[in-house]
Every structure is written in structure tokens, then in C-alpha cells.
């Protein structure tokens, strides 16, 4: 078992930045590969970036590439995810997510890689 706990939301003026921050107890998530979600009411749970076990390869919606950053630090059993240049539409609940090593790389941009979820931190970027 892997439990995840979001941090790091909030309220931002467009054009801001936010760091979320996942801190995982239970199990060292150095064994998974981990990853950034985010859901707005009314509509479906969406990828936002997600990082192999050893923060070699990351991946990124075309919505938020080149303006959010994930990254992991295995000693400290955390991962982050560095949202700049932040837009109304970046407005949601954002969830990290572990996804054991078994499941592989090629579905990272899918829910179904992940097997366990945090509660989520709300982020909401005004215009």
C-alpha cells in the first residue's frame, strides 16, 4: 500500500506559479512510476505529467507542456509537479498518482496505470 498526500494548492492570479508537492508514505516510490492528474467538475479525470522511476523520462499534456514541470525525489519519498504561467482553464482538483512498475511506461497518460491515488489539492487560477 501506498499512501499519497497532496500539497501545495491554492488560489493564483493568471500568469502565476504553484508547486504541488505528493508525499507518499507506506512504500518508497522509488519503485513506482508516478504521475499528476486533475479533474473539474463535470468532466473527465485528465493527464497532466507523469515520471519514470528514476525521473529519467517525463511526460507532459500538450496543455500544460512547456509551462508545468514534474519531478521526484526518491530520498525524500516526494514528487512535485512546478506549474508556471498558470491560465483560468489550469482550474482543478490536481491528484497524484503511483503506478507499480509491472504496469509499464505506455500507458502513464492513462488512469489505469496507477493504482493509487491521493485526495487531491485544489488549485483555482483567476483572470
Known amino acids: 500500500q501506498v499512501q499519497l498526500v497532496e500539497s501545495g494548492g491554492g488560489l493564483v492570479q493568471a500568469g502565476g506559479s504553484l508547486r504541488l508537492s505528493c508525499a507518499a508514505s507506506?512504500?518508497?516510490?522509488?519503485?513506482?512510476?508516478m504521475g499528476w492528474f486533475r479533474r473539474v467538475p463535470g468532466k473527465e479525470r485528465e493527464f497532466v505529467a507523469a515520471?519514470?522511476?528514476?525521473?529519467?523520462?517525463?511526460y507532459y499534456a500538450d496543455s500544460v507542456k512547456g509551462r508545468f514541470t514534474i519531478s521526484r525525489d526518491n530520498a525524500k519519498n516526494t514528487v512535485y509537479l512546478q506549474m508556471n504561467s498558470l491560465k483560468p482553464e489550469d482550474t482543478a482538483v490536481y491528484y497524484c498518482?503511483?503506478?507499480?512498475?509491472?504496469?509499464?511506461?505506455?500507458?502513464?497518460?492513462?488512469?489505469?496505470?496507477?493504482?493509487?491515488w491521493g485526495q487531491g489539492t485544489q488549485v483555482t487560477v483567476s483572470s
Open positions: 498518482a503511483a503506478a507499480p512498475v509491472s504496469r509499464g511506461l505506455t500507458n502513464l497518460r492513462t488512469s489505469v496505470a496507477y493504482a493509487y
Open positions: 507506506g512504500r518508497v516510490i522509488s519503485s513506482y512510476n
Open positions: 515520471i519514470s522511476l528514476s525521473g529519467g523520462s517525463a
